[in-house]
């Protein structure tokens, strides 16, 4: 799934990273609760998605637990980049803490941006080298039967992200 939107002149580095640091201030939340994802690797989440963003090559990130055997989501949360219009900036938190995620991994997946998908080869290759998180190529979870929250984002000087938080039954 790829999604398209236009980059504001005026988001620069530092927009992006206070809206990458909310991000990162879920992540600690749930590494509160649940031990995962480990704190080390939080920082290069923040400055994936804060690169990202600037340039505009973000369309989903989504962090959270899966069971691995039928590669399903049981706690999602997705940041979904955004400009303009329907922006808020909430504070970080407001998090389901008492989901069962025995048998359940941390995992993370992103989908690139039209803007992204639109680039040479070459190109993709030189911004992804450039990422702190080396990804691979992966189905993405399934989240078939549960309940998500909508209405909570992070946004600064006309870019940020809208938060999904999904919960399976």
């Given at each position: 799934m790829t999604g398209s939107y236009t980059r504001s002149t005026s988001f620069t580095i530092t927009d992006a990273r206070y809206v990458g640091g909310k991000i990162g201030a879920d992540l600690r939340i749930l590494h509160n609760y649940f031990g995962k994802p480990p704190l080390s690797s939080i920082d290069d989440y923040v400055e994936e998605v804060a690169l990202l963003l600037r340039d505009g090559y973000l369309d989903?990130?989504?962090y959270g637990f899966r069971d691995v055997g039928g590669n399903a989501w049981k706690l999602r949360l997705r940041y979904r980049a955004t400009l303009g219009g329907q922006l808020t900036d909430g504070?970080?938190?407001n998090?389901?803490?008492s989901t069962d995620l025995a048998d359940c991994s941390f995992y993370s997946y992103l989908t690139?941006?039209?803007a992204f998908l639109n680039l040479t080869s070459s190109e993709k290759a030189d911004v992804k080298k450039a990422l702190p998180v080396n990804r691979t190529t992966a189905d993405a979870p399934?989240?078939?039967?549960?309940t998500s929250t909508t209405g909570?984002?992070?946004a600064r000087n006309g870019g940020g992200v809208a938060r999904d938080v999904y919960v399976a039954i």
């Open positions: 989903t990130v989504d504070r970080p938190g998090l389901p803490d690139y941006s039209s399934s989240a078939l039967a549960g909570h984002g992070y």
